[in-house]
């Protein structure tokens, strides 16, 4: 089973400053088969990128996702208000489980 | 547009069985893709419970495969799990979602709202 530890475990920013969260894996993730959702409390989670760098459908483009092998990051290059959650990346390449990291809670400064 | 809800009794009783569905609408499980539950208790994470496709193939988290069970009707267009022998550590919020492929492999793209589960006597 593929272990995801997600770095940090809080974020404390301010609106308009940049973050980036981190996920890794305890072995190399099968084609970047490696995807991050964001969830606000009381909500469900929701898909940001799926194969480590694509964006879903309808997701802005302050969001985007780098890495491969073992290292993968996701990057919010200017926060807005609505992006304070807590996010969760997922990998879906190996053979089940899929696993998830322990998330990272991404709060305002 | 795809929607998903769970529903099920909110309460059930220890090593009793959990019972959830999931109704999809705007489109037809028959069509394709794979389904899956995840849970998150309280305060934690998302766990992988196990996934289906519309073909009716399965599989299952192993640290619950021996308690789990995920069938497709298609006729009704849901979904639906069973959990046996539940204690208090499978209290938690459960989500359908689908799974959409990226080559070979399926990611979760569209999740349902969910459905609070508590085991309690």
Redesign the interface.
Known sequence: EIVLTQSPGTLSLSPGERATLSCRASQSVSSSFLAWYQQKPGQAPRLLIYGASSRATGIPDRFSGSGSGTDFTLTISRLEPEDFAVYYCQQYGSSPPYSFGQGTKLEIK | QVQLQESGPGLVKPSETLSLTCAVSGYSISSGYYW?WIRQPPGK????I??IHHSGST?????LKSRVNIFVDTSKNQLSLKLTSVTAADTAMY?CAR??P??D??????????TTVTVSS
């Open positions: 899956g994470g998302l766990e992988w196990g996934s599989f299952y988290n192993p640290s989500y799974q959409a990226d080559h492999y399926y990611y979760m793209d569209v999740w349902g709202k969910g």
